[in-house]
DNA sequence: TTCTATTTGTGTGTTCCCGCACAGACGCTT
DNA sequence: AAGCGTCTGTGCGGGAACACACAAATAGAA
């Protein structure tokens, strides 16, 4: 229960409110801390808090009544989990699952939909990043039809890496199946054709990015894009 | 030029407004015919107006590098193309293509703007088919990535006929292929199966639909979530 | 009618990924 | 150190969709 906050990664959307406004807001954060595969929110489920992660990442799945899921959005401190509150919405869509543990900033549903009919830089704020998020899933969208699991894989690896701020990462290849959407034996495909190329190293869980160049390069046009666009909205 | 609007169907967007804040906005709304295959917007570009659709499509595609494309949303009388502007953003991040010929409701983007800066009935409708956008193009992720050629092509004739209210409707192989990103021979092998089970009939870019039930049992479970979600802001 | 462009049909070989079935490797517990 | 659970590696058969290459049918124009 203890929140052990580091305070070296902060919530970048946060972040970047004026002074005066993030003042205002301070009361209602509350600093958490996530552990890895923690649920914050099932499909239905009505939403209570609303996450700002800091160094941690909420990964957004899409699930299927065979169970087979996919990733249709990654949250890290350039974001937010449970955008649809502010929408006017309380029951989640999607899974909210911690993909990568760490520190976060919680906020009540109550707040948020409080927020909603404040006009203000927070609220233009959550629009930006509404939109943001809108392209992050539209792009992926496509990725997932059309590019390799290599390829997918790769984007996946330098994303999460990106907002870990860290080039090593506790990962099974289990757990990455479930978010790329395809088995566990594709993963390990991919895996192996990463690792022998020395991009990344892995063994029992851990993952060691080696050569964040040339994985880049392996993967798909979809990081850059995805790259740009959230960094938009971020002063 | 000249708008052939017949009024049988209208925007149910616009329509779910109070009586005095339709009143405030009907000096902005101008009535378009939009022709089928015209490009409302191409990715990258400034968004000028807005649409909202009565008895016309509009198809909000991604488009690779490599020229293939898919649609992650499809814009009906239920909702709005152009939702970006209200978030702020007015360049647009996906093709808007019209894929159902018809009249629809035109705005200006200047006119969207300055509802974002302004609360009421109108602003939170905007949330909350934001979000049902965003809903649908989560599901039609995974849908994409999931399930076989011939279910996708049965949701979205299923979807497309919603829209259009109409069991029959012009479309060509090409232009499906297109919008499910797949090849126009995948089209052929999976709406051959379809017509060989007597569920829809075509011919060179008309198709009609003949068993909407059994066809809804063919498409996958996306095609209920869809319906259902897309619904539910609409009073 | 004849011609042409568009739309649809189909065959062949290939590739990627799936499903299944294990086997091996490693780390933690007792 | 023995045992067990987790994680990773791999082989084989199959199926869906791909790329490419044409052939046939139809609508509309000349």
């Known amino acids: 229960m203890d929140a052990q906050i580091t305070g070296a990664a902060v919530n970048r959307l946060l972040n970047s409110l004026p002074a005066a406004e993030y003042e205002r807001l301070a009361p209602e954060l509350k600093p958490v801390a996530l552990s890895f595969g923690q649920v914050l929110y099932e499909i239905g489920d009505a939403i209570k808090h609303v996450y700002f992660p800091n160094d941690s990442i909420i990964s957004l799945l899409s699930a299927m009544s065979d169970r087979s899921t996919l990733e249709v ?42 927020e909603a009919n404040r006009l203000g830089p927070f609220h233009q704020l959550l629009h930006r990043y509404s939109h943001s998020l809108h392209s992050q899933i539209s792009q992926s969208s496509a990725c997932n039809r059309f590019h390799s699991v290599d390829a997918r894989l790769a984007r996946w690896l ?78």
Do not use: P
Not at 86 to 112: E, K, N, Y
Not at 172 to 195: C, I, P, Y
């Open 73 to 114: 959005g990654m949250v890290g401190n350039e974001g937010m989990a449970g955008i649809s509150v502010f929408m006017g919405v309380d029951v989640s869509l999607t899974r909210a699952i911690v993909q990568g543990a760490g520190s976060a900033i919680s906020m009540t549903s109550t707040t948020i939909r409080r």
């Open 158 to 235: 330098m994303m999460t890496s990106d907002r870990l701020g860290n080039d090593e990462f506790r990962l099974t290849q289990d757990f990455m199946s479930k978010m790329l959407g395809v088995r566990r034996e594709g993963v390990n495909r991919a895996a192996s054709h990463l690792q022998a190329a020395h991009m990344i190293r892995y063994s029992r869980g851990m993952i060691a990015i080696l050569d964040r160049v040339r994985l880049e390069a392996r993967a798909c046009e979809c990081y850059a894009i995805m790259k740009n666009e959230s960094d938009q909205y971020l002063n």
